[in-house]
């Protein structure tokens, strides 16, 4: 499979499974999203950053979590997925 192939089935799953995005009212304070969740909304962000512009109930970060523990999952998300960018592009030789 080429690059660009598995690039457009990875996008069409991350777009299809948007249905957990931050701010669409599955989580609550009785049921706040944890290190996990953190996880994944850090993979999403992107994602979430653009549907967010046009539906103002959805943002980046969920903001009934668990605190620390859902920090550390979406930063870590967020530096480790952005990082991982470098996996699909051509080196140099």
Do not use: Q
């Not at 957990?20 to 909304?41: Q, R, S």
């Not at 103002?56 to 605190?67: K, L, M, S």
Request: glycine residues 12%; aromatic residues 14%.
């Amino acid at each position: 499979m080429s690059k660009t192939a598995m690039f457009l089935v990875l996008l069409c799953a991350a777009l299809l499974l948007t249905s957990c995005l931050p701010g669409d009212g599955k989580h609550t304070a009785n049921k706040p999203a944890g290190f996990l969740w953190g996880i994944w909304h850090g993979w999403i962000a992107p994602i979430s950053l653009v549907i967010g512009i046009f539906r103002d109930d959805i943002g980046i970060y969920e903001t009934a979590n668990t605190g620390w523990w859902y920090d550390l999952g979406f930063y870590a998300a967020i530096v480790g997925g952005f990082g991982s960018l470098s996996l699909v592009r051509k080196r140099k030789d």
